[in-house]
């Protein structure tokens, strides 16, 4: 069955970097656009970035650009995302979520799986 | 594009219906997803190109609407749906974007 887990969270400060991984299994990691989307305490669903099965092409939320990077690796079956110049608004669950593929086959850009979530604390 | 949900709340009971809307700012054809949130979990996708149901998903959730007004609806309320929907427009990104959620309670 489809697996995602993610790593890397934890608390830091304003202005500080951190790395969240997604590892993956179950499926056929390289054919599917990967996106990261988070969630801060209390609130709801903000996606904020994307790559495409090929790494070929980034996505980014705007407020994230320039800051954040993603990356993956097909061979090891990951996707990172690259986190710097943290501020408190960066504070929140970072889920890592795989694409669907439709009744026709074809991949679309909805969430049919997510990892159990990474926290995120950016605090002084 | 703004997605705009709602209610923001609803209270209703089990074995009941729910009705909940998700208004989009600009035309997203049928490129639209719905979610439910459970406490504690990561969202699981229900609907998905505004009125095909994910796999695995009962038969109670339906999904309609196209352009900028959609509807999920829950036929019959079970305990477990007692939670947050979330829906999300696809048709211009990025962003893909998600409305604010209504919480089913």
């Known amino acids: 069955q489809v697996q995602l887990v993610e790593s890397g969270g934890g608390v830091v400060q304003p202005g500080w970097s951190l790395r969240l991984s997604c590892e993956a299994s179950?499926?056929?990691?390289?054919?599917?656009?990967m996106h990261w989307v988070r969630q801060a305490p209390g609130k709801g669903l903000e996606w904020v970035a994307a790559i495409s099965f090929d790494s070929n092409e980034e996505y980014y939320l705007d407020s994230v650009k320039g800051r954040f990077t993603i990356s993956r690796d097909n061979f090891k079956k990951t996707v990172s995302l690259q986190m710097t110049s943290l501020r408190p608004e960066d504070t929140a669950v970072y889920y890592c979520?795989?694409?669907?593929?439709?009744?026709?086959?074809?991949?679309?850009?909805?969430?049919?799986?997510w990892g159990q979530g990474t926290r995120v604390t950016v605090s002084s | 594009i703004v997605l705009t949900q709602s209610p923001v709340t609803l209270s209703l009971s089990p074995g009941d219906r729910a009705t909940l809307s998700c208004r989009a700012s600009?035309?997203?054809?049928?490129?639209l997803a719905w979610y439910r949130q459970k406490p504690g979990q990561a969202p699981s996708l229900l609907i998905y190109n505004a009125d095909t149901r994910a796999t695995g998903v009962p038969a109670r959730f339906s999904g309609s609407g196209s352009g900028t007004d959609f509807t999920l609806t829950i036929s019959s309320l079970e305990p477990e749906d007692f939670a947050v929907y979330y829906c999300?427009?696809?048709?211009?990104?990025?962003?893909?974007?998600f409305g604010q959620g209504t919480r089913l309670e």
């Open positions: 979520a795989k694409e669907v593929r439709n009744t026709n086959g074809v991949v679309d850009n909805y969430f049919d799986s």
């Open positions: 600009q035309s997203v054809d049928t490129y």
């Open positions: 179950g499926f056929m990691f390289s054919i599917y656009t």
């Open positions: 999300q427009q696809r048709r211009l990104w990025p962003p893909i974007t």
